[in-house]
């Protein structure tokens, strides 16, 4: 079965800083894909970042990149120059081609940016 | 564009009440999807269509809790009767195909079951 883990409910940095979040999966698929998704409070989930495990090449969106390690079965999170809008939870998951396409989701890491 | 639309956002019931969440997709999107989510969690798939189709059913607890997507759009999940359990946001999200990993969300309905 897949599992994502990730290790850190609670994340506070200050406006303008550089943070990690991270995140570890576990699936037996060859092909799969990851991502992170950003719950600010009271508003809808949105889709942050994506990765394809077969890509090389990690992600970048603006601000936000990963470090996709997929030996280590490792998908980090970086958010640079981060800003008071960044405060939310985020999510990791895994979607995998076998599994019926079902996103496994992390507990979350909640993530405040202080002024 | 329009995003995904969920009513009502906040519902507050007694138990062994019922209770309907309302959904409506993206324009063109085939697949939508039911989860719920308890504070401080990730979501928890509770039901997933394709088209009309219901094609994974294995979490959603079918003694009481139901759901229909009539021609292929938008979607009603009903709980009845509530348990206190059943307290939680429950979301809609849909995709432009099963393959599409990126999900559109609604705001969410919070329910209270007191």
């Known amino acids: 079965a897949q599992t994502v883990t990730q290790s850190q409910p609670e994340m506070s940095v200050q406006e303008a800083e550089t943070v990690t979040l991270s995140c570890t999966y576990d699936?037996?698929?060859?092909?799969?894909?990851l991502f992170w998704y950003k719950q600010p409070p009271s508003r809808q989930m949105i889709l942050v970042i994506r990765q394809e495990a077969y890509k090389q090449q990690n992600a970048t969106e603006n601000r936000f990149s990963v470090n996709f390690q997929k030996a280590a079965k490792s998908f980090s999170l970086k958010i640079s120059d981060s800003q008071l809008g960044d405060t939310a939870m985020y999510f990791c998951a895994s979607r995998g081609w076998d599994s019926n396409y079902q996103l496994i989701w992390g507990a979350g890491t909640k993530l405040i940016i202080k002024p | 564009e329009a995003g995904v639309v969920q009513s009502p956002r906040y519902k507050i019931i007694e138990k062994k009440q019922p209770v309907a969440f309302w959904c409506n997709p993206i324009s063109g999107h085939n697949t939508l999807y039911w989860y719920l989510q308890n504070l401080g969690q990730g979501p928890e798939l509770l039901i997933r269509?394709?088209?009309?189709?219901?094609?994974?059913d294995s979490q959603l607890p079918k003694d009481r809790f139901s759901a229909e997507r009539l021609k292929g759009v938008d979607s009603t999940l009903k709980i009845q009767p509530a348990e206190l359990g059943d307290s939680a946001v429950y979301l809609c999200?849909?995709?432009?195909?099963?393959?599409?990993?990126?999900?559109?969300f609604g705001e969410g309905s919070r329910l209270t079951v007191l």
């Open positions: 999200a849909s995709s432009l195909t099963a393959t599409d990993g990126e999900l559109f």
């Open positions: 699936t037996s698929e060859s092909n799969y894909y």
């Open positions: 269509y394709e088209n009309e189709e219901a094609v994974d």
